[in-house]
């Protein structure tokens, strides 16, 4: 009797693997035909185009609490450059 119990265990158990294995199957198939929905939903999102004259801005544009201050003191700042060459 245990080896018909034990034959009856493992015939539950490859019925139990073989749905498993027929559900991957099918969650498979589902995918498959899905990624068609999944893209046109992230290509309809808004993807932002800049150009170079969006980030220009003219300098009296340019509200500061200083007032005039600030433009002076940019004016007598002068463009220093740092070496970033490494040196072995």
Do not use: H, Y
């Not at 035909?33 to 009296?60: G, H, I, V, Y």
């Amino acid at each position: 009797m245990k080896r018909e119990e034990m034959n009856e265990e493992e015939e539950e158990k490859m019925k139990k693997f073989f749905v498993l294995i027929e559900n991957i199957r099918a969650t498979r198939m589902l995918w498959q035909t899905a990624p068609s929905k999944r893209q046109k939903r992230e290509s309809s999102l808004w993807q932002p185009a800049f150009a170079l004259e969006d980030f220009l801005q003219a300098e009296s544009s340019i509200n500061t609490k200083d007032g005039g201050k600030k433009k002076k003191k940019e004016e007598g700042r002068t463009d220093s450059c740092v070496d970033l060459s490494l040196g072995l």
